[in-house]
């Protein structure tokens, strides 16, 4: 069935360094990949999403990649700042069909100063 | 514009009981999506509605169940509570259906709903 796969569970960085988060999908089907990010007792946010048309997308600190033949995308943060301590899901589903999602596990982000 | 709304904000029940939990989608948004968070679980997918039909399914056992109304505002239900049926409800609405060019999902607050 469908599954996303998010690695790892948690992951601490020192301020300033960069942070990479890996999933990996089971559904060739899918051709859009969002992350999201929960910050403690809010909602989850849409911070960058990639489409499967395209390998790579960046937008200031974070950025996104794609590896579609082997239904790989990861999720880079540069420069990492306190701000940025959250849980992140990567997530996929079909552009154009629905809000059907299937997220990731989740990863626990901590920015140590 | 206003946000996804998801009403009560938090919510107490006993075992057995039934509960109803409601998400007014924003405006326009015909597309309403559930999912169950849990600390062990993560975010799982319960059920999509567009234009008051159900479009997609999760994993979940009839006891979950839901609608959505000719206003696009959805209802999930869920009869003979457990405790592991507490958990973070969240509903997600979304343009995606209606032939626009983005369908992302806005996200409520969530529904807390904890079962004793």
């Known amino acids: 069935g469908e599954n996303v796969e998010q690695h790892p569970s948690t992951l601490s960085v020192q301020e300033g360094d960069s942070a990479v988060i890996k999933c990996t999908y089971s559904d060739s089907a899918s051709n859009y990949f969002p992350w999201y990010k929960q910050e403690l007792g809010k909602r989850p946010q849409l911070i960058i999403d990639?489409?499967?048309?395209?390998g790579e997308k960046k937008d200031q600190r974070i950025a996104v990649t794609l590896n579609k033949t082997a239904k790989h995308f990861s999720l880079h943060i540069t420069e990492t700042q306190p701000e940025d301590s959250a849980v992140y899901f990567c997530?996929?589903?079909?552009?154009?069909?629905?809000?059907?999602?299937?997220f990731g596990s989740g990863t626990r982000l901590s920015i140590r100063p | 514009k206003a946000g996804v709304t998801q009403t009560p904000r938090y919510l107490i029940k006993t075992r057995g009981q039934q509960v109803t939990l409601s998400c007014s989608p924003i405006s326009g948004h015909r597309s309403v999506s559930w999912y169950q968070q849990t600390p062990g679980q993560g975010l799982q997918f319960l059920f999509e509605y567009f234009s008051e039909t159900q479009r997609n399914k999760g994993n979940f056992p009839g006891r979950f169940s839901g609608r959505q109304f000719s206003n696009s505002r959805s209802e999930m239900n869920v009869s003979t509570l457990e405790l592991g049926d507490s958990a973070l409800y969240l509903c997600a609405s979304s343009s995606a259906g209606t032939g626009g060019s983005n369908t992302e999902a806005f996200f409520g607050q969530g529904t807390r709903l904890t079962v004793v």
């Open positions: 997530a996929a589903r079909m552009y154009s069909s629905a809000s059907k999602i299937i």
């Open positions: 990639i489409r499967s048309n395209v």
